[in-house]
């Protein structure tokens, strides 16, 4: 039972490339999430998804976008890369909302040159 | 806009001793879910306890406890016997009822258990 797992660990891109970061889960969970992580700040969430299909923004959307084709897959793309978006991300699924614990992800370094 | 703040960056604790993390919240809501995370140097986010809102009793896991003050809209964790594995970095966390998918964190405080 994997749990949470994050495709790539780490990745360098320069100054408008465009790449996805893959989030996939096993263990059935309708919700799914991507965060960002910068110095000295919380996570802030960026997408996420109540159900295979659907998507809804979080507090940072713009720069990003989601799909939701399979349940057990979150992906998060960025279509032009910017130094801005150098962070680490994560990517959380949980069985419900609300106070139903999220499990996240190891992490993907992102580095934008 | 909810904001969840820690004031501690970081802090320190001799191995067994107990440790008190602080976090206050600001919002209009008044029912919502609060969080404690763990970010231990392996990166990978783990949760440690939740509190419900309208529960006044404050929530219990092993050595892990809060202090749930609503009025005060604070949120502390308390940590007995700490442990070298408790050392990481600790996030407070809100969640309103209404909005029970956006999760907004604190900047975290960084613990260090000394031996």
């Known amino acids: 039972n994997a749990g949470v797992t994050q495709t790539p660990k780490f990745r360098v891109l320069k100054t408008g490339q465009s790449m996805t970061l893959l989030c996939a889960q096993d263990?059935?969970?309708?919700?799914m999430y991507w965060y960002r992580q910068d110095p000295g700040m919380g996570l802030r969430l960026i997408h996420y998804?109540?159900?295979?299909?659907?998507?809804a923004k979080g507090e940072v959307p713009d720069g990003y976008n989601v799909s939701r084709l399979k349940k057990q897959n979150f992906l998060l793309g960025l279509e032009s890369a910017a130094p801005s978006q150098t962070s680490v991300y994560f990517c959380?699924?949980?069985?419900?909302?609300?106070?139903?614990?999220?499990?996240f992800g190891d992490g993907t370094r992102l580095s934008i040159l | 806009a909810q904001t969840v703040t820690q004031s501690q960056p970081e802090m320190s604790v001799q191995e067994a001793e107990t440790v008190t993390l602080s976090c206050t919240y600001d919002?209009?809501?008044?029912?919502?879910?609060l969080f404690w995370y763990k970010q231990p140097p392996s990166r990978q986010m783990i949760l440690v306890i939740r509190?419900?809102?309208?529960?006044?009793q404050n929530a219990t896991e092993n050595r892990f406890s809060v202090n749930f003050q609503k009025a005060a809209k604070s949120f502390s964790l308390k940590i007995s016997d700490s442990q070298l594995g408790d050392t990481a970095m600790y996030f407070c966390?809100?969640?309103?009822?209404?909005?029970?998918?956006?999760?907004?964190f604190g900047a975290g405080t960084r613990l260090t258990v000394k031996p």
């Open positions: 959380a699924s949980s069985y419900g909302s609300g106070h139903q614990p999220q499990h």
């Open positions: 263990m059935n969970h309708e919700y």
């Open positions: 998804s109540v159900g295979e299909g659907t998507t």
């Open positions: 919002t209009s809501e008044s029912n919502y879910y």
């Open positions: 509190q419900e809102a309208y529960k006044q």
């Open positions: 966390a809100f969640m309103k009822h209404s909005n029970n998918n956006d999760m907004r």
